[in-house]
């Protein structure tokens, strides 16, 4: 079913509650600065498409110099977001109920100095990506960032007819909640997989693509496969669209995307090196890589900085570890598989990260760190932000404010954890982008504030009374002292593994 104000989009049930630190003011600024171009010190940030505003509110908690508005038509998400914004006491994010041509009509908006949109332009209709564009067009400052995901092309070649196949099964249940469409969908591609198909047994790795929908959220399956516009995209021709709106591709917000090494041979690498025209040059790379999903910046007004300008900015960025190092698995993966991390360079790296905050200029002051040299030590900073083990380190100034807001905010999530397990994110305020903690991790940091002495305990009470039963091994368990009993591992190992890194992270 689709109801006339979302336009063939998926609104029957709601996404889920997602935060991709792609969306990260700072990680937009150090991608800009990886690629040599000079970026905005946002004021103003504007998320199209906003899904259940998750994203944008963890963000407007921890950058309370930043006005965020968002927009989604989707009414019941946009109560969801607004609730948990008023919950927190935020009030730096505004929610917007708009579609994008309505938002397109506002006349009471600024403009912005960054525009992201996640998860969106594959999967709506040409005239929505039109007004996308001239939104972005209108409203985007001159030198301000645009982040764009979507899936792409050649990379899902190969599974377009199996997405086919499932529209073909839910059809077949026209009239039956999504939930029925989706399982005749799963049941019906299963069902010409199991008579070997031609199609499976000659499409290399789609009977595990199909093992793989199987195991995802319902709510994630419905929105990115059963929408009734659903476009891959050529890197070249959003570039061209994001070109109408004088946007220039600037770097991927992935940042492990931009190491070659991982990712490409040096035989690719030399056939890449020969295109001098960078959209050319990234369309041709995705063939190299089939990739599947791009995330890129655009920018409006790309401008160079000069070395000495760009070293400025190095000097001042803070960076620190966020990970315990003794378990970081030390490798990174990119198209070619997984690699390695150098020895040599990346203990010491993360050893002096461990200690503290330190700016690139008091590494490069460390003789051990400055030996790599200038190259290779920002070349690392890369692959440790990009792989997550290392985090950007918001300035001091605001600092304060920032901790007084993040507390506010996670106070809000945690105290959902009595009831819900759908908010799994806090947000810290030292790096400004958020954490993963579940609900039964949420329950102990609970049980903490509210000063309960057996944190199990408190956690199990909660959970008994919500119904909830946790698993092991993929079972439920049915008795309550079992369920003690897991609980108590859970906070034997959250203790050890979470707690140190929640207090790195100043989110206690
Ligand atoms: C796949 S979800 C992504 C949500 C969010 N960006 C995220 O990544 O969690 C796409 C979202 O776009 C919204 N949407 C689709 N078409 C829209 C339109 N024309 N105007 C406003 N929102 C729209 C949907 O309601 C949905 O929440």
Redesign the pocket.
Known sequence: MTTDWS?G?M?EIS??H?F?RELTPSILNFAALLSGHRAPTPLTYCEL????GY?SNLLAAAYPEIQFHA????PA?VVGARDLAAEAGSDNITFYE???AEFLARTDLPDFDIIS????YS??SDQ?RAEIVEFIRRRLRPGGLVYISYNTLPGWAAAMPLRRLMVEGAGMAAGQSIMGRIDQALSLAESVSAVNGRFFSTSPGMVDRLERIKGQPRAYVA?EYFNQHWTPFYHGDVAAEMAKAKLNWISSAHLLDRLDAINLSPEQQQILAQIGDVTRQETLRDFMVNQQFRRDIFVKGAVRLPTGALRVLWDAQRFMLSVDRTKAAMTVSGALGEASLQEEVYVPLMEALELGTPSFAELMAQPALAALGVQRLQQALMVLVGAGYAQLVLPEAGADVRHRRCRAFNDAVIRRSLWSSELQYLISPIYGSAMVMDQVSQLFLLARAEGAADAPAFAWDVLSRNGQRLLRDGKALLEDADNLAELREKFMAFQSGALPLLRRAGII
């Open positions: 336009a989009y609104a996404y889920t997602g991709y498409g906003c899904g259940q994203s927009t989604d038509f989707n998400q708009d579609s994008f949109l996640h998860g969106i999967w709506v929505h929105h």
